[in-house]
């Protein structure tokens, strides 16, 4: 099972982002706003969580689908969309991202928004291969995960290769964390062109700390 159960209990006991990021609405706005029909274009988000970006993506007309370990999140998601987006289409599954229930090429956009950064470098590169399985032939991606050097990055429990159960910054409670040198991208996605790398920094002033996040646009070989 690639999730750690440890988020079953974050999303009982706080409130997660309702709304999706500025980096992820453009790179859907870059490559399907113009689409001749948005009814038609399928989009997966792995590790979707409570839905800020399926709730996004569904109001903009597209079909929408999101798996995750979490019950919790899963029904909150949900929730919204039923109450939020009428008539919205796709599914939601509670499941494992390492084993996607989806057929082969199925998908116009596979979205990864800091879920796989929780899994090991092995089961990361499982993890996009399955994304790039049930992708279209040039399909697209968009991944954004935690940078080797941000905030928390060798700090608590060494659990793996550049991964921690880290002791301070946001990411504490948030159990395995994998951080990505910027030459591992290439290996982890290699199913996929890469396309974009961004690297995305916020700085906390007052504690001299900094949250680096790579954002991966990319498009199925």
């Known amino acids: ?5 440890v988020w079953e209990e974050v999303f009982r006991q706080q409130a997660w982002g309702k709304y999706p990021g500025e980096d992820l609405i453009r790179f ?5 706003y113009k689409s001749e029909s948005r009814k038609d274009i399928k989009i997966l988000e792995v590790g979707c969580g409570p ?22 999140a899963i029904e909150q998601a949900q929730i919204r969309l039923d109450s939020e987006c009428p008539n919205w289409k796709g599914q939601l599954f509670v499941g494992d991202i390492g084993t996607l229930p989806f057929p082969d090429e199925y998908f116009d ?7 796989v950064t929780c899994n090991s470098h092995e089961n990361s590169i499982l993890i996009y291969s ?7 032939k040039q399909g697209k991606l968009y991944s954004r995960t935690i940078a080797k050097g941000s905030w928390g990055d060798e700090t608590g429990e060494h659990v793996g290769y550049d991964a921690y159960i880290v002791d301070e910054g946001p990411l504490l409670g948030k159990g395995y964390i994998r951080f990505t040198k910027y030459e591992d991208i290439e290996k982890l996605v290699s199913d996929f062109t890469i396309q974009e790398v961004q690297l ?3 700085e906390y002033m007052d504690v001299k700390k900094t949250v680096k996040e790579w954002v991966i646009i990319g498009e199925k070989k």
């Open 1 to 5: 099972m690639t999730w750690d159960p």
């Open 28 to 32: 859907v706005a870059r490559n399907f």
């Open 51 to 72: 839905g800020a970006n399926l709730w996004y993506m569904a109001n903009e007309g597209f079909q929408v689908y999101g798996i995750d370990g979490s019950h919790t």
């Open 109 to 115: 956009a596979v979205i990864d928004n800091g879920a």
């Open 130 to 136: 399955e994304m790039a399985r049930v992708a279209k």
């Open 200 to 202: 995305l920094s916020r």
